[in-house]
């Protein structure tokens, strides 16, 4: 199995934790700020904690392989319908993960991923997490 096989099994099992948890939460855990909510679920940090790990094998894959993976980690956010759920956002956090991989790029694979980037998440809506991404890809862009 690849690590971009791995890297998928794992956001489909994060996906269908979450979506398992959702069902069975109690009515109006989490409402107002509660804990029991789905942000307090503990699948988002054992998926950080799992997607870090696997990241950290990706140390001496081709730069081509490093832009699928990448492409997949970036754009899994966009792909999914509810854009306001803990799981976008914790999505979208784990982006700060993947700077080291990024930097690694080729210079025109990083430009071609920094423009879809910066399509899907435009400049004024980008969270520090995702600046950081796009300094890199910048630099890399220009190498």
């Known amino acids: ?3 971009l096989e791995e890297i998928r099994r794992l956001y489909e099992e994060y996906f269908a934790e979450f979506q398992q948890l959702e069902q069975n939460r109690r009515l109006g ?32 894959i081709p730069s081509d392989e490093a832009a699928h993976i990448l492409d997949y980690i970036w754009f899994a956010p ?9 799981v976008y956002w914790m999505l979208t956090a ?12 080729s210079s025109p694979r990083a430009a071609q991923l920094l423009d879809r980037y910066q399509r899907a998440y435009p400049r004024r809506e980008q969270l520090p997490v995702q600046k950081k991404v796009a300094a890199v ?7």
């Open 78 to 86: 966009q792909a999914r319908e509810d854009r306001q759920d803990a």
């Open 29 to 60: 855990a989490g409402a107002f700020g509660l804990s029991g909510g789905p942000r307090d679920y503990p699948c988002h940090q054992r998926f950080a904690g799992d997607l870090e790990r696997l990241l950290q094998r990706a140390e001496n």
């Open 137 to 143: 890809l910048k630099k890399r862009a220009k190498a």
């Open 94 to 105: 784990v982006h700060g993960m993947t700077a080291e991989l990024a930097g690694r790029l």
């Open 1 to 3: 199995m690849t690590l």
